[in-house]
């Protein structure tokens, strides 16, 4: 009896294990793949397949991170790919995790998890802005509002003659407002910065005020582009405001050239105001030949930083000219970059290593004619790297700034590449200048763009001219919006 029942025991063991061992849980799914990155309102496809050691069929179901779970789907076997898409709402980091079930119920462990990047969409556009003469944009910036001011001439509007252009527009290209400034001769703005208040500080040059053939002409305007003071700098001769930028104490700096004064023909000057546009002090730099400034920038001692061009000193016949200052504009030291042809600097930035990245043009370097020629320095002005970019034909760099990833966006034109005669160019390098991608904007006539940002949604804003879409064969401003890989949808 004892004998019959120990079998009996270990039978009904065998059977229970048998009956346990029917009942494997499914393994966990492979990690789900799909995109790494993508946009707010899109949808997305991600896959994964799950096996199970018993060979039952399994339903899957996705956890997308974002306090949605999907729905089982219909059972699939083993190992069979399944789909599911989902679109976020919001922008943020999510973590996508998958658990199968079979068809016994068993549920298995959450998979391992892929990581999606969502960001809001990035608008993009193209506007062009002018009448039925020429119309230029020298310069943009991106307001605290997200919106953008754009500043250059107008031969359409105005008073007469050339006038200086402000407008004001929408994150969507659409202008808010415009106004003109100026008489009966030429008037333009180079150059503009931000105030505290919301409002505006142009910088360019007259014909229509001031002493001379040309003067510095300083315009502040409220936050609706109305002047609320002005200010010429000059004497007979040519004098041209390049470049402003806000200081420590509320005043302004302003690098240009002059005619004026100086050593002789063309001479860098530097102009420090109050917050009201007064002067508090002027420095002149340069030789015999002609030299000017066309952009500063602040340095972390206080001083300035002004790149341009100079005829008076260097290598060649015209060299990239480097000046650092202190707080009250006596020069510390100076650089020139160059080689036996011709080089100009149009723009300086700081970098966040401390240093600063030039760009302007060369011809003693690259593929032939000019170059778009790009150089970090460090902060004593010594050349850490240079890059050229171009092909045969003329190329030249305008402005560069550093982006998110701590590469280099570069705004300029090209004769070598692109649709038509001369079409706009950007560029964007990696923190070292090597190119990642490069993108042309033009038809068949001649387009150029003067100055470009990233802003803030990792985009980028340009502006320049166009003929090729401009009004009745004239050039207009153009406005260009791209996304952060320099790229604007077909529809816009």
């Not at 393994?27 to 199970?52: E, I, L």
């Not at 149009?346 to 990245?357: A, E, K, L, R």
């Amino acid at each position: 009896m004892r004998k019959w029942i120990l079998i009996s025991g270990v039978i009904l063991f065998l059977i229970m294990c048998r009956q346990v061992s029917k009942n494997n849980p499914p393994c966990p799914p492979m990690r789900p793949m799909g995109t790494d990155s993508g946009y707010v309102n899109t949808t997305y496809v991600f896959t994964t397949s799950a096996s199970d050691l018993d060979g039952d069929s399994v339903t899957i179901k996705f956890d997308w991170g974002d306090g949605n779970v999907s729905d089982w789907s219909h059972y699939t076997m083993p190992g069979e790919t399944l789909s599911m898409c989902h679109c976020y709402l919001n922008a943020g980091v999510y973590y996508i995790k998958a658990q199968a079930k079979d068809i016994h119920g068993a549920l298995s462990e959450w998979s391992n998890a892929h990581k999606v990047v969502i960001i809001n969409k990035i608008p993009t556009w193209k506007k062009t802005f002018g009448g039925y003469n020429d119309e230029r944009g020298n310069f943009v910036k991106q307001t605290e509002d997200g919106e953008y001011v754009v500043a250059g001439f107008t031969f359409s509007y105005g008073a007469g003659g050339q006038d200086i252009w402000l407008l004001k527009v929408s994150p969507h290209g659409d202008v808010k407002w415009s106004k003109t400034f100026g008489g009966i001769g030429w008037d333009c703005a180079l150059s503009l910065c931000l105030t505290d208040d919301g409002g505006f500080v142009i910088v360019g040059y007259t014909e229509s005020k001031g002493k001379g053939d040309k003067d510095i002409w300083l315009i502040k305007t409220d936050a609706s582009g109305n002047e609320e003071w002005d200010k010429t700098f000059g004497d007979t001769a040519a004098d041209y405001g390049y470049s402003i930028a806000r200081t420590s104490d509320g005043g302004f700096i302003i690098v240009g050239y002059t005619e004026s004064y100086g050593m002789g023909g063309r001479d860098v000057w530097l102009i420090k105001t109050d917050a009201n546009g007064n002067k508090e002090w002027d420095k002149t730099f340069g030789g015999e030949d002609d030299d000017w400034g066309r952009w500063i920038c602040l340095t972390e001692d206080g001083g300035y930083l002004i790149v341009g061009t100079t005829y008076s000193f260097g290598a060649g016949d015209k060299d990239i000219w480097l000046i650092k200052t202190d707080a009250n504009g006596n020069k510390e030291w100076d650089k020139t970059f160059g080689g036996a042809s011709y080089e100009e600097g149009s723009c300086i930035m700081p970098t966040n290593d401390g240093g600063f990245i030039i760009t302007g043009v060369t011809c003693s370097y690259g593929a032939g004619g000019e170059d778009v020629w790009l150089i970090k320095i460090d902060a004593n002005g010594n050349e850490v790297w240079s890059k050229t970019f171009g092909g045969i034909d003329d190329d030249r760099g305008w402005t560069v700034c550093q982006t998110d990833d701590g590469g280099f966006f570069i705004v300029g034109r090209t004769y070598s590449y692109g649709s038509g005669g001369r079409d706009v160019w950007i560029i964007k390098t990696d923190v070292n200048g090597n190119m990642e991608w490069n993108r042309t904007f033009g038809g068949i006539n001649y387009d150029a763009a003067y100055c470009g940002w990233q802003v803030k949604d990792g985009g980028y804003i340009i502006v320049g001219y166009t003929y090729s879409y401009g009004t009745d064969g004239s050039a207009d401003i153009w406005l260009l919006k791209t996304n952060n890989t320099g790229d604007i949808s077909v529809s816009n």
